[in-house]
């Protein structure tokens, strides 16, 4: 379909300035290509859902926190959140917030270890009491 809308100076200018720049690295494509592509990507949203668009140099940033490589995906990001911020003892899984997460790095960091030792240690701890406390 062949659709005539309007959109300010400064957005053509910014898409114009990408697909010369995707132009300049072999790809051919257009300005009016990487609008409908994004218009295409972003169809199933609605006007009331609530999206976050990250920027290269914090997607960088959280693929480095998150250690696991390239995100693909929303669905990927979650279940790498998922992994860094949980301990899983079997198939028991302990999900921790943001907050105890910070607090088990500064116990890690204080006593010269990583986050996994203090961890390792405090189940050997729990072992030694489980028993004790089973009702």
């Known amino acids: 379909m062949i659709l005539s809308i309007q959109i300010p100076d400064d957005v053509w200018k910014s898409y114009t300035a990408q697909a010369t720049g995707m132009q300049q690295n072999g790809q051919t494509i257009s ?25 290269p140099k914090n997607r960088q940033e959280l693929e480095n926190v998150l250690s696991g490589g390239s995100l693909l995906s929303a669905e990927d990001l979650v279940t790498k959140v998922k992994a860094v911020i949980s301990i899983s003892i079997g198939d028991i899984r ?32 729990m072992e030694a009491q489980f028993f004790n406390c089973v009702a």
Request: proline fraction near 4%; glycine fraction near 4%.
């Open 31 to 55: 300005a009016e290509e990487l609008m409908a592509d994004r218009l295409e990507r972003f169809s199933a949203v609605t006007p009331s859902d609530r999206i976050i668009v990250i920027d």
């Open 94 to 125: 302990l999900d921790f917030t943001p907050g105890q997460m910070r607090e088990l790095n500064n116990v890690a960091r204080r006593n010269g270890r990583t986050v996994e030792q203090v961890v390792k240690d405090t189940v050997k701890r």
